[in-house]
């Protein structure tokens, strides 16, 4: 049973370009979310994806906007990057029924330069 | 607002000696779950152990334990027989049923042999 896979692994971006990191949940689940993870610190919730709609949403600027497939893979995209996106991105997968336990991808490493 | 803290930053301990992190939050719910993950270098989000607020008992997995005490909002993790393997970033976090995590700043353990 595969877990939650993220791609890719590392990348670097120049500062003005746009990303887009992948996401596939654990087997069975069907909730995505996405957290940015700065060098030094805790993960912090960017946002929630539950039947391809953005369920709910932290305190990140429009510039970070995702999508969910019918499949429950998940796409986080960043536009005009900034020095300061520079972080992992985390992806973590539920089902909504149980909701209670979270399982965490291995993270894409962003480089913004 | 939901809050979590932790007040160590670093912390170290011998090698088969026990060592304690500490967590507090802050929440007007009644339901919830906390949860101690580790972050090896490795950056993997590994989930330790989990606790859900209705339940009084203090869960264990093995070597960890937990403190939960809910009156005073303190979910404390004791790791026993520590294992250079231990040696991570320790993240406390809280979660409402099937919303987003709330991370703490995280506790740099190191096990020195």
């Known amino acids: 049973d595969a877990g939650v896979t993220q791609s890719p692994t590392h990348l670097i971006k120049t500062r003005g370009q746009q990303v887009t990191l992948r996401c596939s949940p654990k087997?069975?689940?069907?909730?995505v979310s996405w957290y940015q993870q700065a060098l030094g610190q805790g993960p912090q919730f960017i946002f929630q994806y539950y039947e391809e709609e953005e369920r709910q949403r932290g305190n990140f600027p429009d510039r970070f906007s995702g999508h969910q497939f019918p499949n429950y893979s998940s796409e986080l995209n960043v536009n005009a990057l900034l020095l300061g996106d520079s972080a992992l991105y985390l992806c973590?997968?539920?089902?909504?029924?149980?909701?209670?336990?979270?399982?965490f991808g291995e993270g894409s490493w962003l480089t913004v330069v | 607002a939901q809050t979590v803290t932790q007040s160590q930053p670093e912390m170290s301990v011998q090698e088969a000696e026990t060592v304690t992190l500490s967590c507090t939050y802050d929440?007007?719910?009644?339901?919830?779950?906390l949860f101690w993950y580790k972050q090896p270098p490795s950056r993997q989000m590994i989930l330790v152990i989990r606790?859900?607020?209705?339940?009084?008992q203090n869960a264990t997995e093995n070597r960890f334990s937990v403190n939960f005490q809910k009156a005073a909002k303190s979910f404390s993790l004791k790791i026993s027989d520590s294992q250079l393997g231990d040696t991570a970033m320790y993240f406390c976090?809280?979660?409402?049923?099937?919303?987003?995590?709330?991370f703490g700043p995280g506790t740099s353990l190191s096990v020195i042999p």
């Open positions: 606790q859900e607020a209705y339940k009084q």
């Open positions: 976090a809280f979660m409402m049923s099937a919303d987003k995590v709330i």
């Open positions: 087997s069975g689940h069907d909730t």
């Open positions: 929440t007007s719910e009644s339901n919830y779950y």
């Open positions: 973590a997968s539920s089902l909504a029924a149980s909701g209670n336990t979270i399982y």
